[in-house]
Each structure stands twice: as structure tokens, then as C-alpha cells.
């Protein structure tokens, strides 16, 4: 079945800088890929996501990009702020079975003032 | 749209109690999951349902779990007896069309604790 690695674990960032996070899949036919946002004591919510069928995607000072062919996606965010503060998880679709998610294992990110 | 909501938020049981969590999903979401999450294993799929009817439960640990969902609007996920391995935060989370890669939306979780 499908397997998702996200790294790294834990992220500090000084407010302004940019931060990525990368994730790499196993299972080829996966065609969905959202990245959550999970602040403390809330449920995931969706930040962005990205299909198949396309290589980047821009939602102001966040951005994910796909490389089908190496199996992986990353999330940009860009001019960092201390409210980006959260744990980030990515998320692999595999098809044909219902819309389950894979979740990767979570990035602290920490922005510092 | 008050979007996922679960109930209780919070729960603490003594081992051995029955637990039961309860989810309304969005009104007109086909398909419900329930997800585990601990420091250990992350966010894990418990089950899920399309159009009331559970798909795969493969994710679910033991016996001592089992979920139902007897109507569109309303699920509940039951953990008898409850064992302190089992203390998580359980989050339940809704999708609009089963055939289509729409968003899962979550609704906050019931953190469980097991002493």
C-alpha cells in the first residue's frame, strides 16, 4: 500500500525566511496530494493541494510542487510569519479506494520573531 | 456551515469503560473517515464510509473498536473496553463526492484519555 516520508520532523525559521517541506510517496497511481495545517488543540485543516496532472500550484506566500516522476512534492512557504507556526502534515490519495488519505508523519514548523 | 463537528471534545474514562465518540459531518458529504492521532503512529485511518456504508476498516486495531454510521448525518465510533494504549485524539473528518478528489474537511477531535 501506499507509504508517505515527511521530512524534516521540526523546522525553526526566523520570521521572513522561507520554509520548505518535502515529501516523498511509494505508490505511482496516487493522484492527490493536500497539505494540512494542524494548529494546536484543532482538526487538520487544508492549506493546499495538488493533482496529478500538475507540476506546481501558487496560493500567495505558499506554493507545492509534484514530481510525478520521482515520486515527491514539497511545500513552500515564503516570507514567513510567527502565525505559520504549526505542524504541517502532507498527504498522499491513492485510487480506488474511497479517498482515503496517507498522511505523512508531521513537521513542526517554529517561526521566530 | 458549522463545518465537522465531533463530540465530546474531551474525554477521560477509567480502563476497562466503554467510550463511545460522535461525529456529524458536513450536510451532503458522502463519505465519513475516522482517523487516530499520536505522537507514535501520526495521523492514522481508522475507517471510512461512502454513503453510510463502511469501505474498508482495515485500520481499525482490535475487536474492542467498531464504528457505525446509521444515517447520513451522524456516526459514532465505540471502543469497548477501553485500554490506556488507546488514549489518542480521534478526529473525524467528511468529503463532499466519493468519485472526485475533493477536500477532506476535519472536525476538531475528542482527545480520549485512558487511565
Known amino acids: 500500500g501506499e507509504n508517505v516520508e515527511q521530512h524534516p520532523s521540526t523546522l525553526s525559521v526566523q520570521e521572513g525566511d522561507s520554509a520548505v517541506i518535502k515529501c516523498t510517496y511509494s505508490d505511482s497511481a496516487s493522484n492527490y496530494f493536500p497539505w494540512y495545517k494542524q494548529e494546536l488543540g484543532k482538526g487538520p485543516q487544508l492549506i493546499i493541494d495538488?493533482?496529478?496532472?500538475?507540476g506546481e500550484k501558487k496560493d500567495q506566500r505558499i506554493a507545492v510542487t509534484l514530481n510525478k516522476t520521482a515520486k515527491h512534492f514539497s511545500l513552500h512557504i515564503t516570507e514567513t510569519q510567527p502565525e505559520d507556526s504549526a505542524v504541517y502534515f502532507c498527504a498522499a490519495r491513492p485510487p480506488n479506494q474511497g479517498g482515503k488519505l496517507i498522511f505523512g508523519q508531521g513537521t513542526e514548523l517554529s517561526v521566530k520573531p | 456551515d458549522a463545518g465537522v463537528i465531533q463530540s465530546p471534545r474531551h474525554e477521560v474514562t477509567e480502563m476497562g469503560q466503554e467510550v463511545t465518540l460522535r461525529c456529524k459531518p458536513i450536510s451532503g458529504h458522502n463519505s465519513l473517515f475516522w482517523y487516530r492521532q499520536t505522537m507514535m503512529r501520526g495521523l492514522e485511518l481508522l475507517i471510512y464510509f461512502n454513503n453510510n456504508v463502511p469501505i474498508d476498516d482495515s485500520g481499525m486495531p482490535e475487536d474492542r473498536f467498531s464504528a457505525k454510521m446509521p444515517n447520513a448525518s451522524f456516526s459514532t465510533l465505540k471502543i469497548q473496553p477501553s485500554e490506556p494504549r488507546d488514549s489518542a485524539v480521534y478526529f473525524c473528518?467528511?468529503?463532499?463526492?466519493?468519485?472526485?478528489?475533493?477536500?477532506?474537511?476535519f472536525g476538531q477531535g475528542t482527545r480520549l484519555t485512558v487511565v
Open positions: 495538488i493533482r496529478s496532472n500538475v
Open positions: 473528518a467528511s468529503r463532499a463526492n466519493p468519485l472526485t478528489n475533493t477536500e477532506a474537511f
